[in-house]
């Protein structure tokens, strides 16, 4: 209810309405003017509205204060763990993750805003609690596991949940882990000399899902072979494999530095001839110009000697 010592007021509503229509009338209509009335334009989150009362001669004023909070709805839901999450049409006040671009997809025949990186896509899913998180979202399956980057190296992966039926492996242990301060589920192998290495369920950089390997040691991330080696020898056998098939960056390294030294030698030496043979057509043409220029310093000579 108003009251006219009362000047602030609050009111909820959704995007459902998009405008608000402010009346007022004063005690004594004719020695008083009001501003700020009419129809407004409702935005989304917070919207303040002022109602200034004023008399005539302008000596008092009052200001009363609507305040007016817009709750966005979403326009459609995505499941995941059992429980329904809220996707918006547009979102705000909502910053995009490193690496990722705000773009447009349609999600259940909805047009909604979603961040990309041109390989995994994220949606922005609000619980019923209204706690908004990113959640990798793929098109045949909807939201797949929670948006848990991590960085080894100059790779990254996306830590997604593994799913119940392939939880257990050979020779390996299911276990919590910790890597770069980040906690979940992963493979620890039994052999006691693969202690530095753990297998990983996870999406690649082009959000390809698949089993990869952390070297914690060499901070190094390589996909898992399908001969999925589980012992020590395995493993150096594997990765002795691996190197012979890296490119060998220290031999292309070594034959350009002999290249460029090769062309350097010769470009010193097509330069130094070239000197050389300038420097011998400036001797030539001093040896020749030397006489006339003695008799000219002789005629200067003479002439001076003519002056006190």
């Known amino acids: ?48 509205f002022e109602i200034i009362v004023e008399d005539k001669a302008n000596t008092t004023k009052k200001t009363y204060t609507i305040n007016v909070f817009v709750k966005v709805l979403p326009v459609t839901y995505l499941n995941f763990n059992n429980k329904q999450y809220g996707i918006m049409a547009e979102l705000t006040n909502v910053s995009a993750p ?12 909805e047009n909604v805003e979603v961040y990309t990186n041109s390989d995994v896509i994220l949606v922005y899913g609000i619980d019923d609690h209204e706690n908004g998180e990113f959640y990798i979202y793929r098109e045949d399956d909807g939201m797949i596991a929670k948006f848990n980057p991590l960085t080894i190296g100059d790779s990254t992966i996306y830590l997604i949940d ?23 589920k992963a493979w620890v192998f039994d052999d006691s000399k693969l202690l530095d290495y753990v297998l990983i369920y996870a999406l690649n950089s082009e959000g390809v899902e698949g089993y990869m390997v952390l070297d914690a040691k060499n901070q190094v991330i390589y996909e898992y072979p399908e001969s999925e080696p589980t012992t020590y020898e395995e493993f150096e056998e594997w990765l002795n494999q691996e190197e012979k098939e890296k490119p060998n960056y220290v031999l292309y390294g070594s034959i350009g530095a002999v290249v460029l030294a090769v062309v350097g030698a010769i470009i010193w030496m097509v330069s130094k001839n070239k000197k050389m043979r300038i420097f ?29």
């Open 280 to 308: 011998q057509h400036i001797k030539t043409t001093q040896k020749k110009k030397k006489p006339i220029l003695s008799k000219i310093w002789s005629m200067n000579i003479a002439d001076m000697a003519t002056f006190p």
């Open 162 to 184: 593994v799913p119940s039926d392939i939880q257990e492996r050979e020779a390996m242990s299911f276990e919590t882990i910790q890597v770069s301060n980040q906690t979940f």
């Open 98 to 109: 490193a690496g990722f671009k705000k773009t447009k997809t349609t999600i259940n025949k």
């Open 1 to 48: 209810d108003f009251s006219s010592e009362k000047t602030t007021y609050s009111i909820n509503v959704t995007d459902e309405e998009d405008v608000l229509t402010i009346d007022a009338k004063a005690f004594d209509e004719d020695n008083v003017k009001i501003q700020g009335l009419g129809t407004k334009t409702l935005l989304p989150g917070e919207n303040v």
